[in-house]
C-alpha cells in the first residue's frame, strides 16, 4: 500500500527531495545470486544525467549510484539493495521566489493543499529529479530479464514527428534526442533551440518496444501488463497519455483491420500484425511490447504567466532556474526503466503461479 | 498484491467468468454507516447491462445484484460487501469452435501461453462480463464520494468525433450510445448499424470528468492519481490508451500554451484553463478530473481471420456468438464505476494521511 | 492492503457475517491445472463443523461450500476461486438481548466504539462462523502443497494437558477432541461437560505440526515465515498466544540448552533437536515447523457477568443461544487451515524469488 | 507485497546488513507538519545501543541516525523519510569461521538453502543490527501517537521472574536489565554473568503495555490489532512466542475467570478487568494494550556445538566474536518501536475508514 513504493514481487521504494542530501531508491524482493556493481548500473544515470547539451537541464549532477546493501561479492543477495545518489548542484537561492507563488502547471499548489505546507526547493519531492532513482531501480530489474531487449526513443518534438522509413535504431545514441530519424534529429536541434531562447518548452512523445517477452507475462485481471504499464508511465513527471499498441489510433479502426491475425511460423506461433502491442487481455503474447507516452511541455517557462501567492493573491511568475526545455528528452531513460520494472515484477509474478 | 483486487483502503476483489454460475465482487474498507440496498445499487447495472438495443449484444442478463454482506439494516457496517450477480444466459453451445482455435484480438492464446488451458466459454475470466462487477463495486464507490458528480460520454465512434458546440450533457441519457451530441448520435446509429450488418465492430472514444474533487486527492510518487486512473482504465477489456487532460495534444504544445494559470477567484483559485485534467504532480488541483479512453473495435467479428488451433496448425476463425459491434459503448458505465473506484480510494487514502 | 485478505501472492478475502446470507472466500494467485472439487472441499469443512455432538455448539450448519469460480473441467484455471457457504440455521431471535447491551469478551463493544453500529446478530462479522471460510480457502490451500503433512490437535484443556508418552496420532479422529492422547481424552469428556453443565467454559492449547516443509520457505525480514504463521494465528477468533517451538519455555533455557545442534546425515542434512520449531531468521530449516496456539475459554457464558447497555447503562448479562463449550477444540481445522494458507503462500513466494 | 517492509499505511522498508555500510529505513505514509529532528530520534537509537555495559555485546556503533528525505524547516512533509544509519565497527575478520559452517540456531544453513549463497559476516541481513533500523522507524512513528505511552520491560531473564509487588516503572531506567523490580535487576547481574562468563547465554520475556489507545483502533479480520502486533514482535530476532492480555495463561482460565465485565465509570466505560490485553475482535477496547514476548537465549555461545559445514561435512562451532549474553534485553526498546509502529499505523487506518 506505500505510496512511494511499485511493483508486486519486485518492488521498488524511493525517496528523496530535489535539493535534500540525497535521493535514492530500495529494491526488494531481487532473486539472488545475480551478478552487480555500481559501475553497471551507472551508464543508466549517466543517459538520464542532467547538463549534458544545451538541450537539457543545466543542472550539473554526477549521479553517482552507490550500493549500500543487498550486494556481497559481486552478488546480489535476496535481500533489500539500497540505492543512493547524492545531490551535489543544488542551487536553492534559485528558488526562493517560488517559496511564496505557485508555479503555473507545476504540483506547488496541490501539493500544499494537500499538506498544508511543501519543500519549495525545487519542487521538492515532486521534481523530475526523483526520477534517477527509477532508473537506478531499473538498471537492478534489467539484471532479471535479461531474455528481453528495452528499447526506447524520442518519436515526436513539438509535433514533428519521425519518418518510420528513416527509422534507424543505430541513430537514437547518436543525437542528444534518442532521435531515430537523423533528419528528424537535425530539425529539433533548431526546434528546441528556438523553444529555449523564446523561454518557452515543448511537449514530446516516446516510444518504447521491448522485445523478447515471451507469452505469458501479466496477471489479469488487475495486475494486468498493460493496466501496470500505464500506471508505471502515466506517473512519470510531465507523462499526460500511454498508449499500447495502436493506442487511441484503434478506436479508429475496423475490427478487421485491428486484426492480429496468426499462423503457424517456423519458431512456432506467427503473429500476422501487432496492433494489440504485444499484449491481450492483459498478457504477453510474445510479441514485441509497444508503449507509447505522452510528455507535456516542461511548465517551467520563462514566459511569465498569471498565478496566486500563499495567500491567494494575484501575482504572476516567469520560471527561472535551470530547465530542460522539453522534458520529454531525458524522459526517454525513465521509460525504459519503468519498462523494465514493470517486466521483472511480471515475470517473477508469473514465475510464482504458473511455474 | 492480489492480482484480482484494486484499490488501496477501498479496495475490491472481483470473481467469476462469462459462463460460470455467477461473477461478483468483494469490496473491502468502505465506511459504515452509508445508507445502501440493492435498488440503490441496481440502476448502475442496468445501465451497463446488455441486450437492451440492437447497438449491443444480443445476450440477455437480468444482471440483478444481490448484497450478501457487510450491510445491517440499510446500512454499511464497516466489514466486506460481498456483491454476487448471477449469470442466467449462457449458452455455452455457440462456442464449441473457440475451444479448438485461438479468436484473434482476444485472450485465449495469451491465457493458454499463460495458464497451460483456459475455460474458452464466452472468454471465461477475460470477457467483459467481468465489467458488471466493477459497475456493481463503483455503485458503492459512490456513496463515499457524495460530494463528486462523475459523467462519461462516448466522444467518438469510429473516427466520427462530436461537435464540442453541440455538447448538452442531458443527450447523453436520450440515445443508446451515451453520446452528448444529438446530431452526432443520429449519425452514428447508420455507422454502427452498418459496421453490425458488415459482421465488423468500431473503435470508440469515452470521455469521463469528475467534478467536484476537492485540491489534494492523489499520493505521490507512486499513488498518483492519474497513474492509478491510467491503471484502472487501462485494465477495462478493449481499452489500448488514456489520456489525462489535455493528453497527447499536450504534446504537441508549447509551455505558454499548455499552461494553466491562476488567479483570485470568488471562490478561492480560479485556474484560466485545464490542460492538466484537474491533474498536478499527481494531486487534484480542485478542477474537474478528465479523462479519455480510447476502445478499440470489438475482437469479435464475423469476417473470418486466419489464425492457428490449440495444436498448432493453420485455421480461419469467423467469431459466432453475440457480440457488441462497438464495445466502447457499453464502457461509458464501467468508466465511471472505475473513476468512482479510484475517487473513493484516494479520498479515504487523503483522510488517513493528512486529516 | 485490504483489511479482510491474507497472504502475499496466494491469497484470499473473506466476507460475511454470522446470520447473513452465507459466508465465503475468494481465493486468489492458485496456480493453474490443479484437480479441485466441491468433494474434495468437504471433508476439510465438516470437521469443522457445528452440531456433531455435546462439546460443540447446537447451531447446526450443513456447511456446504460451493465453487463459483476458477474452476473448468475439474481444474483450477488460475483465476480467482470464489468459495460460498450459505448459512441455513441462523436464529436471530437468540440474539435479540445482544442487541442492547455488550457482551463481555466478545467484540460488541469494540466494534462499536469503531463503526458505530454493529450487526450484533450473533455476533455479526465477528463470529467465529468466519472461520468456515477460512477452512474452505485453506482445504483449496493444501492443493498446492501437497509434499507438506499438516497435523493439529488439542494438547490440553483447561489446563489438564495430554502426556506426551501417550501421543498416537491415530487417536486424533477417535475422539470428539482432536485429541492425540486417549486418556486425555477420556477425562477432557468429564471435564468439557462438566464446564458446559456449570454454563462455563474452558480455554485450550492446540498444536500444530507441518512436515514435509523444504528449507527455504519464508523470506526475511518482513515476510518472515514465523511471523506470517503468527498474524495468521493470532486473528482466528479466542486465540491469546502463539508459540514457534519451544516458545515461552526457550525463555528460560540457556543456549547450549537451546541449540539445534546439525550432522551429515544419510538424506542431508540431520538436525539433533527442533527447539527452533523449524524456522531460522523467518526461513524453514526443513525441520517439521511447530507452531503452539492458546484459545481462551468461550467468552459466551451462562453465568451472569457485570455490562454496560449501548446506551451506558449498568446491566447483566448471560449469554443464551448456541454455544461451543470450549471453542479450542473447534479451532483445530482452522489451525491446520491457516498452516496450509501460510506455507502455499510462501512455497509461490519462494519460487517467485529464488527458482 | 514487498518482503522487507512493514505496515499499511504508516508502511517502513528496511534494509542493509551488520557488515555493510549502512543500514536504514524508509518511513512512507507519514503525517505531514509534525516537528521531527535527528534530535529527537536518536535517544531511542540510544536505548538499543551496544556496547554500553558488560551485559550487552562490545561492539560498540554510534548509531546516529541521519535523516535524508521528508523532512523541510524541521517538519515532516508527508513524502517518504529516509533514514541512515553508517556502520562504523564492523570487524570482518571475526566471523572468518562463520564463512564455512552454520552456526546453530542462527539463521545460517536457511538463508543458504534460501539464497544459495549469503553474506555471512557478522550474520548479515538477518543480524540483529537491522533492529537499529526499526528502533529509528519507531521514534517516528511515536509521533504520530502522541496520545499514547509505550512501557516495554523485561519481566523475566533465564526463569527467574520479576515480583509483581515490586513493580516500579521508575526502576526501568535505573539498571542495565530495563528491570521494573530493583531487587531483581540485582539478582540478574549475577545471572547475566555468570551465563557470559560460561559462554552461554540466556532468555527472556519482555512485557510491553501501551496505555492511551482509544476503542476503535484495528480492522478485522485480517487487520486484527492483536494479529499485526503478533506479527510485528514475532519477527524480531530471537523471538519464539508472543501473548496479548492473559496470553497462554487464558487456555487454563474458566470462562467466568477470563471475563472482563464493564461498568458504568467516571470517564466512560469502567472495564472491571483487562484479561484481554486490551484487545477484542482485534480491535481496542479503550484498556492497555498488554503483550508478553518470549526470547529465545541467544544462539551465538562459546560452547562447541556439533554442525555442518557447507559441503556438508561435520564439524564444530563456537561462535566467537561479540554477541550479547541475553538478547531479550537489547529487545526492550525494539519491542517498544514495533508497537509504536504498529499503533500509528492503525490509528490512520481508522481514520481513513470511520472518520
Not at 57 to 75: M, W, Y
Not at 138 to 162: C, H, K, N
Not at 213 to 232: F, M, R, S, T
Amino acid at each position: 500500500m506505500s505510496m512511494n513504493s511499485f511493483g508486486r514481487i519486485f518492488r521498488f521504494t524511493t525517496w528523496g527531495e530535489s535539493h535534500g542530501p540525497a535521493i535514492g531508491a530500495v529494491v526488494d524482493g531481487c532473486p539472488p545470486g545475480l551478478a552487480i556493481s555500481e559501475e553497471a548500473l551507472q551508464p543508466f544515470l549517466d543517459a538520464r544525467k542532467p547538463g549534458q547539451n544545451k538541450f537539457t537541464t543545466q543542472r550539473r549532477e554526477a549521479d553517482l549510484v552507490k550500493i549500500l546493501s543487498g550486494v556481497f561479492e559481486g552478488k546480489t543477495t535476496g535481500t533489500p539493495i539500497s540505492l543512493m545518489i547524492e545531490n551535489t548542484d543544488q542551487r536553492s537561492k534559485d528558488y526562493s521566489e517560488v517559496a511564496k507563488a505557485y508555479r503555473p502547471g507545476h504540483a506547488d499548489y496541490a501539493y500544499d493543499a494537500k499538506y498544508g505546507f511543501r519543500d519549495y526547493r525545487g519542487g521538492g519531492r515532486s521534481s523530475a529529479r526523483e526520477t534517477a532513482s527509477r532508473v537506478a531501480a531499473g538498471a537492478v530489474a534489467r539484471l532479471v530479464i535479461p531474455e528481453v531487449t528495452i528499447m526506447a526513443y524520442v518519436s515526436e518534438i513539438g509535433g514533428d514527428a519521425i519518418d518510420p522509413a528513416n527509422f534507424d535504431a543505430g541513430e537514437i545514441a547518436n543525437n542528444p534526442f534518442f532521435c531515430p530519424d537523423a533528419a528528424a534529429a537535425r530539425r529539433w536541434e533548431a526546434l528546441v533551440d528556438n523553444a529555449r531562447k523564446d523561454g518557452s518548452s515543448l511537449g514530446a512523445v516516446v516510444e518504447c518496444v521491448a522485445t523478447g517477452v515471451p507469452a505469458g507475462w501479466g496477471a489479469p485481471l488487475y495486475a494486468k501488463l498493460d493496466a501496470d504499464l500505464a500506471a508505471g508511465m502515466m506517473g512519470i513527471n510531465a507523462v499526460k497519455g500511454v498508449e499500447i499498441g495502436e493506442g487511441f489510433n484503434a478506436a479508429r479502426l475496423r475490427g478487421e483491420e485491428n486484426a492480429d491475425p496468426m499462423r503457424p511460423g517456423a519458431d512456432g506461433t506467427e503473429f500476422l500484425a501487432n496492433h494489440a502491442g504485444g499484449i491481450a487481455g492483459g498478457i504477453s503474447t510474445g510479441q514485441p511490447v509497444v508503449v507509447r507516452i505522452a510528455f507535456k511541455p516542461t511548465s517551467s517557462i520563462l514566459i511569465p504567466q498569471p498565478t496566486i501567492t500563499r495567500s491567494g493573491e494575484a501575482t504572476e511568475l516567469a520560471t527561472k532556474g535551470r530547465h530542460d526545455p522539453c522534458v520529454g528528452i531525458r524522459g526517454v531513460p525513465v521509460v525504459e526503466a519503468m519498462m523494465a520494472l514493470v517486466l521483472a515484477d511480471h515475470k517473477m509474478l508469473h514465475r510464482a503461479q504458473c511455474s
